[in-house]
């Protein structure tokens, strides 16, 4: 069995960086047309493009809100529900907006769900939009400086072109990958979706550095060898993460902890896809050519 896995991947390994490289091209695609169709690579919730945020205390569940609220005012809505921690127990209900003053939500609200509000069960939230775009415009910044400094690490510790290339596209595929199903199932982009793309950053390079280690070490086994060992450790790395996080976001009643453990599951997919197909396949094509050169 081994065997014939070697030899399958020995034939296929330029198919298999192919691959991962058509699914970027793929995943640059969405985040272009959505930007030239809404201005913006991702759609951003309030806590980004600033609005208003109102919380409802109450154990009931108020059904179908969002679609009333929709309707009345035109303006996208976004309302989630609030539970008590372990439990199905209802503790109120969060209202976000971006054009709406909460001063027309809280009477709209009173009349849709038939409760007077006041300070004990109701309270209002607003972010400015020019602050929330300060927010997203720093979030950018911090992501792309930690791109960066990532990259020089990386090149101080292989100081090798092309395999340090290979391991820093693998981590830009992956997070272009990730915000473009995001796109693509109309998730909102928040503050905490930023950290959490900047752990899944940290992440994919973790395991494309193992990889690419463990293939450079020539004194160790054969080339196939290797590969197998490195694949043995990181996929395991991967399998506990997803599981660890698929508990938490089942368990978790927060929505940005939910929004971090998602973000970061999708993340973990393509991870593996670019870790063994692209980044395994494109450093096997190197080395094998440097092998023959030499």
Same mark, same amino acid.
């Given at each position: 069995?081994k065997q ?5 991947? /020995? ?5 298999l960086? =192919?691959i991962?490289?058509?699914?970027v ?5 969405? *985040?272009?047309?959505?930007y030239?169709t809404?201005?913006? %690579?991702?759609?951003k919730d309030?806590? =980004? ?11 009931? $569940? +108020?059904?179908?809100l969002e679609? !009333?609220?929709?309707e009345?005012?035109?303006?996208d809505?976004?309302?989630r529900?609030l539970?008590?921690f ?8 969060? &209202? ?16 849709? !769900? ?10 209002v939230?607003f ?5 929330g775009?300060?927010? /997203?415009k ?8 930690? /791109? !960066?400094?990532?990259?020089? &690490?990386?090149? %101080?510790?292989?100081?090798?072109? &092309?395999p340090?290339? %290979? &391991?820093?596209?693998?981590a830009?595929?992956?997070? *272009? ?9 109309g ?10 793309? #900047? =752990? ?8 494309d !550095?193992?990889l690419t ?5 020539? @004194?160790? @086994?054969?080339? +196939? ?9 990181? #996929?395991?790395?991967? $399998? ?13 009643n927060?929505?940005? =902890?939910?929004?971090?453990? *998602? ?6 997919? +393509? ?5 063994y197909g692209?980044? $395994? @396949? ?13």
């Open positions: 069995m014939q896995f070697q030899e399958l991947y /020995y034939k296929h390994y330029k198919k960086f =192919l991962p490289l058509l699914i091209i793929l995943a640059l695609s969405v *985040l272009v047309w959505n030239s809404t201005g913006d %690579i991702m759609a309030v806590s =980004l493009k600033g609005g208003t945020t109102a919380t409802i205390y109450s154990d009931i $569940a +108020f059904e179908n679609g !009333i609220l929709e009345r005012f035109g303006e809505f976004t309302v529900e539970k008590e372990g439990s199905d127990k209802y503790i109120g209900t969060v &209202v976000e907006v971006s054009n709406i003053n909460g001063d027309d939500l809280k009477v709209a609200l009173e009349e849709i !769900i038939g409760l007077t509000l006041n300070e004990e069960n109701f309270s939230e972010v400015g939009g020019s602050l775009e300060s927010f /997203y720093q979030m950018a910044i911090a992501l792309v400086l930690a /791109y !960066i400094f990532m990259a020089i &690490v990386v090149f %101080i510790a292989f100081r090798i072109p &092309v340090s290339f %290979i &391991v820093i596209f693998a830009f595929g992956d997070m *272009l990958c990730t915000l473009a199903v995001m796109d693509l199932f998730m909102k982009l928040s503050t905490a979706g930023i950290a959490a793309i #900047l =752990l899944l950053i940290g992440y994919s390079v973790d395991t !550095i193992l280690t463990k293939l450079l070490r020539r @004194g160790e @086994g054969t080339l +196939f060898t290797r590969l197998i060992e490195s694949m043995k450790t990181g #996929l395991t790395m991967t $399998a506990t993460s997803f599981v660890a996080l698929g508990i938490g976001y089942l368990l978790a927060s929505l940005v =902890l939910k929004q971090m453990f *998602l973000i970061i599951m999708i993340g973990l997919v +393509f991870d593996v896809i670019m870790t692209m980044n $395994a @396949g494109m450093l096997i094509w190197y080395l094998k050519r440097r092998k023959v050169e030499e």
